[in-house]
């Protein structure tokens, strides 16, 4: 009975679900008292760029991990006249940014895009795109773990005690630990960074080679931490600094290769395994920058055909070995 | 903390709701309307004075027709009505706390209304020239600089003020801000609330229809 109810139902929605908002929910899924709630926090955030805000975070229908943090903050800020943008490590087209970007086309009727230059509001989790945004753009992050130094100090009172004194000698440690055993700073994603010269911060598991947008980024920063419940933000044209030495100053990740699809030779790169032989190709993480890119014309050495770029790929001219 | 023990506030409130019998609570018979549409209208305003505050110096125009009790502007309810709620004690300067006023602020936000400025989330200056020292509101403590009072502060104008070049987070070079009607020590105590940072006050000048924010990160020059 509830088995053919339910079909029913799904039947009567399915078609209409993508111009209708969903009945019985507040615009944006949070009721106004959260909304207000998160909205202050985002305010202090903003007032004290790089301070973590402690907020009433709320269940979200998706599991801790997934982004819950960031919707909260979008479902605070969103409205019926913004486009939204989700993106999850760089692509448009993933489970997390697909769903997300639906929750929102449900329960608050927005336009969504895939394009960087039309949204007003990006949830991104763990990169910053590629092309560059502007003053009237609002980048969200979701953060899985807010807390810097909790690798190096578990307990949550202490840490406190750290940002509120600026004490953070052990992170610094921590990098030169890093220098001593393997000759430069391994940290390649949520590498630390300093906001305004006075709170440490993680810039959430962006890889590092997104960590030089974030500073005078002209854009809006608010990182939002669902499970642990946190809210951070950094003003446009905000100093942000990755910690470094003198002597082993910052560096970003580099390739021997450019994208394989549209040939940049910018961004940051990821790698694809094409077979069990070694055969790899390395293509932009921001898929539609990368798209963009082809569209235009530009293109890489894997640009032909999947079957050409396999082949390409795996050396087909050479014979293999014992073949 | 500071702003959620708020014992002076609160005592009052109850008294008059509980000893005045037949009058008691809210008197709603002039009242004046809030939000026509409090989901979308907050969310507009919100984004606004999001942009103010990550912006500082840049007046932001409200685009709201809120009609506001004397002697608030439409900009400085709007304000009260996008943030306030029950659980922000909310601070009235001795000039707008008229029963109107109260009466606004309680039925529209639920608000706790409170006797002392430092008792208070968000406070309500309509009087500038007189409002309390930066240092009377809550300034957040070292492992909680959030905890810190937001202030409303309703000015003549926003042009006709002397001239103040801002610099900071949120302002690529500088910013410029003429606000009127803000009293001679103004400019010395923001110097001092810039300078406890992380601790502070915020806030967001409210003029007409139009805000501009300031939050402690705002370092003035002139």
């Known amino acids: 009975m509830t088995g053919t109810q339910t079909a029913a139902v799904a039947e009567t929605a399915a078609p209409a679900a993508a111009e209708t908002t969903e009945d019985g929910y507040n615009f944006a899924y949070l009721d106004e008292q959260t909304k207000r709630m998160i909205r202050r926090c985002i305010l202090k955030a903003v007032a004290v760029p790089g301070y973590q805000v402690p907020f ?26 913004d486009t939204l943008k989700v993106i999850d490590q760089g692509a448009d087209d993933t489970t997390n940014a697909v769903n997300i970007r639906r929750f929102f086309a449900r329960t608050a009727d927005v336009e969504t895009t895939e394009t960087t230059g039309e949204a007003s509001i990006i949830q991104t989790r763990h990169r910053v795109p590629e092309d560059p945004m502007t003053e009237d753009q609002i980048l969200v992050l979701q953060v899985p773990q807010p807390e810097p130094l909790r690798s190096l100090e578990p307990r949550e009172i202490e840490c406190r005690k750290m940002h509120a004194y600026k004490e953070y000698g052990l992170m610094q440690v921590s990098l030169y630990e890093d220098i001593a055993r393997f000759g430069e700073i391994a940290t390649s994603y949520s590498y630390p960074v300093m906001v305004n010269d006075r709170y440490l911060m993680s810039p959430t598991p962006i890889p590092k080679f997104d960590n030089p947008k974030l500073d005078s980024y002209p854009a809006l920063q608010l990182y939002g931490a669902g499970r642990e419940k946190r809210i951070y933000a950094i003003p446009p044209y905000t100093k942000v600094k990755s910690l470094d030495f003198d002597d082993h100053p910052f560096q970003v990740q580099q390739w021997e290769e450019n994208c394989a699809l549209c040939g940049a030779e910018d961004t940051f790169l990821d790698e694809v395994i094409l077979d069990d032989r070694g055969g790899k190709m390395y293509v932009c993480s921001d898929s539609h920058y990368c798209a963009r890119r082809r569209a235009e014309g530009h293109s890489g050495k894997l640009s032909g055909s999947a079957a050409a770029a396999y082949a390409a790929a795996v050396g087909a001219d050479q014979p293999e070995k014992g073949a | 903390m500071a702003l959620t023990s708020t014992p002076n506030g609160t005592t009052v409130d109850k008294t008059t709701v509980l000893s005045s019998g037949a009058r008691a609570g809210i008197d709603t018979a002039d009242l004046k309307p809030g939000l026509a549409d409090p989901v979308h209208e907050s969310q507009t305003l919100f984004r606004h004075l999001l942009d103010a505050m990550a912006r500082p110096g840049r007046a932001v125009d409200l685009e709201t027709a809120l009609d506001a ?26 000039i707008a706390d008229t029963p109107p006023v109260r009466s606004y602020c309680r039925f529209h936000c639920g608000s706790a209304l409170v006797e002392r400025p430092d008792e208070a989330a968000f406070a309500l200056v309509s009087d500038a020239e007189n409002m309390p020292r930066l240092g009377l509101f809550a300034q957040g403590i070292d492992q909680y600089p959030d905890r810190s009072a937001t202030l409303v502060v309703q000015l003549p104008d926003l042009e006709g003020g002397p001239e103040r070049v801002l610099k900071g987070p949120g302002i690529a070079t500088q910013a410029v801000l003429r606000a009127g009607g803000l009293p001679d020590w103004f400019w010395n105590d923001w110097r001092l609330n810039a300078a406890q940072f992380p601790l502070g006050v915020d806030i967001f000048f409210t003029s007409g229809r139009r805000i501009v924010g300031l939050p402690r990160t705002v370092l003035v020059e002139g």
Do not use: F, H, K
């Open chain 2, 69 to 94: 009790p004397t002697p608030l502007d439409p900009a400085t309810a709007a304000v009260v009505l996008t943030l306030c709620d029950y659980d922000t004690p909310l601070w009235i300067d001795w």
């Open chain 1, 56 to 81: 009433g975070g709320r269940e979200m229908p998706l599991p801790y991990g997934w982004g819950t943090g960031g919707m909260q903050v979008t479902a605070s800020i969103i409205g019926a006249n």
